[in-house]
C-alpha cells in the first residue's frame, strides 16, 4: 500500500479539524493556509469526506468543515475506505491457487492482508494526533502543529 498525496492530504486536513476548538467549523481557506494545501484540492477531498460521513460541512460566515465524530471515533481505515484508497498492501491471488508460490505463501499474504486492515481501523485521528504531538515534544517543537 502507498499512502498517496489524497490520503495525505486528507489526514493532514482531518487532523487539524480535530484541533479546532470544541471541534468546530473551519473554512477550506483556513486549513489550506495552515497545511499548505492546494485549496481547490482539499475542497474536493472535504466533499468527499463529507460524502462519507467523516466531516459536515456548514454554509455561512462561520461555516466551514468539522469532524462528524469525535477523533477517537475516526479510523484511518474509514478514511482510507472513503477515499477509495486501495488497503491492499501484499499481493492478492484470489482463490487461485496455482498463481501463488504455494498454499503456504498464500495462506501468509492473506493473514498479514487481515491483520494489516484491522490494524488500519484501530489506528484513530487521536492517535495520530498524540504521535505528532510526542514527536514535536521530543524535537524540541513548541506548540505550533503543522501536520
Do not use: C
Not at 499512502?3 to 487532523?15: D, E, I, P, Q, R
Not at 468539522?66 to 472513503?82: M, T
Not at 488500519?120 to 504521535?131: E, F, K, N, R, V
Amino acid at each position: 500500500m502507498k499512502l498517496t498525496t489524497k490520503s495525505h492530504y486528507s489526514v493532514k486536513a482531518l487532523l487539524d479539524l480535530a484541533l479546532q476548538p470544541d471541534y468546530g467549523p473551519a473554512s477550506v481557506k483556513a486549513i489550506a493556509e495552515r497545511q499548505n494545501i492546494p485549496g481547490p484540492y482539499l475542497e474536493k477531498l472535504l466533499i468527499t469526506l463529507r460524502r462519507a460521513g467523516i466531516v459536515n460541512a456548514y454554509r455561512g460566515v462561520r461555516g466551514g468543515y468539522q469532524l462528524a465524530q469525535a477523533p477517537d471515533q475516526i479510523s484511518l481505515g474509514q478514511i482510507l475506505a472513503a477515499l477509495e484508497e486501495s488497503l491492499e498492501p501484499f499481493p492478492q491471488y484470489g482463490d487461485d491457487q496455482s498463481l501463488a508460490e504455494d498454499w503456504v505463501t498464500l495462506s501468509v499474504w492473506r493473514q498479514l492482508h487481515q491483520k494489516f486492515v484491522k490494524a488500519l481501523y484501530s489506528i484513530t485521528l487521536a492517535d495520530l494526533y498524540y504521535d505528532a504531538r510526542s514527536w514535536q515534544a521530543a524535537q524540541g517543537e513548541g506548540i505550533n502543529f503543522i501536520v
